[in-house]
């Protein structure tokens, strides 16, 4: 019995360093061989998880996925007290993302760079990131009584995803800031229902 739960806790551990290496050095940049050594797992141990690299980069991505979203709630909500003002919030988090040391950009847009096939599930997947994000700004531009809240939740994603694009090809000061002022506008000037 305890043999068996010390294999998800390796299996999970292995992810958590395998996530780590690879939004460092990228997907492909990052060899087996090097994740061996890195994150300490022999390369024996690391096939018996997962069959393929792009296997683990699959769950590395789900980690990721489900880490980014449940931090990102959880601050927007303790943030602002109104659907309207967690949108703004967002742009706040990405700024105190961006200040960070580890900073490297979005994990999800690089892996749709490097895996371009559409129905490549690495591509899925990071798509899949992105698709749930829409979702939660839909339902929140919803909540906020906005008159087209998939428009306006598009329009909140494009400033989300140029922030992160700009912060880490041109800096960290300044993109989050940006976005959220030209959040706020649209905010402002977009109908609401009824």
Known sequence: ?????MRPNKRDELVRKALEIFYRDGFNATGMDRLVVETGVSK???YKHFRTKEDLILAALRL???NFRNSLFRECEG???TPEGQILAMF?????WFAQDG???CMFIKASAEFQDKAHPINAQAAEHKRLLLGWLTGLAQQAGFAAPEQLAMQMLLLKE??????????AEGPARE???AARLLLDHAPRSG
Do not use: H, N, P
């Open 44 to 46: 024996t141990s690391m």
């Open 162 to 171: 140029g922030a992160i694009v700009a912060a880490a090809m041109l800096g």
């Open 103 to 105: 900073f490297r950009g």
């Open 79 to 81: 943030r602002a007290d």
């Open 64 to 66: 990721r996925d489900e």
């Open 1 to 5: 019995m305890k043999g068996c739960e």
């Open 179 to 181: 976005a959220k002022d």
């Open 92 to 96: 706040d988090v990405l700024a105190d």
